[in-house]
């Protein structure tokens, strides 16, 4: 049982966790608390006939700072340069474990004991400190979001003989918890039970449903965090869809069968218009995804955006709670239509994906999924294929986000140009208040897409939503590039990290901010190190795993950063 847990990553850990409540070789159940070091957490705890396996969810709130600084030896206190001192998590439940193999060593010798933390806290270096967690029997999957609101099945089948072995950890966690709390002065809690208990058993009921009623839109479906999902495919995004943006075993239009949040295939179209007789255009449609606030929080940077657009999901989530809770006050008009601003590379498809998902979430769309398109998509070559096209494309995203890629280019010098009855159409269409169930978004770089609002004053206030994405930095692009390479197992060396970090910052620092591609300047980058890595490989046979996943200076390859181009004239 414990080498099944051991071979788990963040894509597969709840489903195995689910099918072990199937499991009837397998006693589970869930436990608040494991006294004293794990006291307060979260835990499982799966025995059978030879193995004790203790989960600990550790929902200390997703954030970037929570990383582990421990790399020599496990400590129970983690130091990082401006954060205050906290106790680590891994420490904890790496005592449990021990503690818990001393209580079954007497009864039970030959069992073998380990532990799994499934945690929020991101855990940037986490790679380098697998070595030393195994050394105690600890295994870490971090960078989850929102466990508290995970069901996790358990099977405590009082008839399975493997309780009495989660009954010896229990019963020995109590006395050490008593024991503690005795020798500390606290009194142990009173049996009887008072006369406001009812009362505030009303409460707690009132607020159970409520807290129900609002993460009732919350999918707590299995993670997609495989190479190339939302955190890895958040840069590649610049003029079309990357195939990086959909996990393993899906097509072109969107999420695997298993996992799509809207499984039947009706709901959306195909992914092509008819401009005229003769010319057929293919559109994509990226489809809903079943995680997205999570997805969300993956993404490195973007504070802003992320906050921008919890406000916005806020506001629609409280009108939807307004409108089941008290259907005859008057909604907030909220409108959906919004700007995504910035240069190639920083993530503009990615989350718009995540956007329309989001607000399927929260019930303002139906559907959820994007159509992306651009100039080309609705310019013909015969009088009237704007509005073919313009009508058929609006058709598609019903219930869902109309993503225009470049829409400045719309925006076309010539008077006479079809571009601007595109937006003349688009204008229209906005001003029906029949079309709530759909979102447009205009995504482009900052400057010209001013200058298209500027075309026409009903845009701008068609449009309150703005979203900046602004220019990755040097550590932004670096934690970009780890994250990357974690998906696949590798490693730097110590001075291929210094090699590489020392070149990306000279590249940065000559950069062109017109034609730098921000992350998709480090994916190509990537590309280049994976082949020098594999051709060396393949010259000089690795002794061992860690030699085979390991980039040394040499596969380091020099980056080639577009210079700006001379201009010709005065």
Known sequence: MIDDFKSQTKTTVWRHLDAMAANYAVYSTHLKGLAPFLAGYDVYLYCNDTNVVIVCLDCCGHSEENTYEEQYSLSPLILSDGHEPRTSTVWKLAEAVRLTKTHLQLCMPDMAVYGMLLTEAEILNAYQLDWMWNAHDVMVIDGFTRMKYRKIKVNDDDDLPCKAIARTI???????????????????????????????????????????????????????????????????????????????????????????????????????????????????????????????????????????????????????????????????????????????????????????????????????????????????????????????VLEMAKGGVLMIDEAYLLNGKNENDPGKLVIQLMMNILADEEQRDIAIALCGYKEPMMKLLDTNPGLQSRFPNKFEFADFTVDELLEITLRRIKDYGYQFTAQAWAKYRSMLTQAYQVRDPETWGNARFISNQLERIYIQHAARCVSHCPKNKQELLMFTPEDIVPMEVPRPKNKIGF
Not at 212 to 228: A, I, R, S, Y
Request: contains cysteine.
């Open 170 to 392: 229990i019963d020995a966690s109590l006395d050490t918890a008593a024991a503690e709390n005795t020798l500390a002065g606290i009194p142990a809690p009173a049996k009887d039970a008072t006369e406001n208990e009812e009362a505030a058993d009303d409460d707690d009921e009132f607020i159970r449903m409520l807290d129900e009623f609002l993460n009732g839109c919350m999918d707590t479906v299995d993670e997609k965090d495989q190479p190339g999902d939302t955190e890895d495919s958040q840069q590649e995004d610049e003029d079309d869809t990357d195939p990086d943006d959909f996990p393993e075993g899906s097509d072109h239009t969107g999420e695997g069968p298993d996992d799509d949040p809207c499984p039947d295939s009706d709901l959306f179209p195909d992914g092509e218009i008819e401009q005229n007789q003769s010319i057929s255009v293919k559109v994509d449609i990226l489809r809903p995804i079943a995680n997205p606030r999570e997805e969300l929080d993956k993404l490195v940077g973007c504070a802003d955006i992320k906050r921008r657009m919890d406000e916005l999901v806020a506001l629609t989530s409280y009108n939807k709670m307004m409108r089941e809770l008290f259907p005859q006050v008057k909604q907030h008009d909220v409108s959906l239509h919004s700007l995504f601003l910035g240069r190639p590379g920083t993530g503009k498809t990615t989350v718009c994906k995540i956007f329309g998902s989001l607000l399927r979430q929260t019930g303002a769309l139906s559907k959820g999924h994007v159509v992306v398109c651009d100039r080309g998509t609705f310019i013909g070559t015969l009088w009237g294929d704007e509005e073919r096209a313009m009508r058929q």
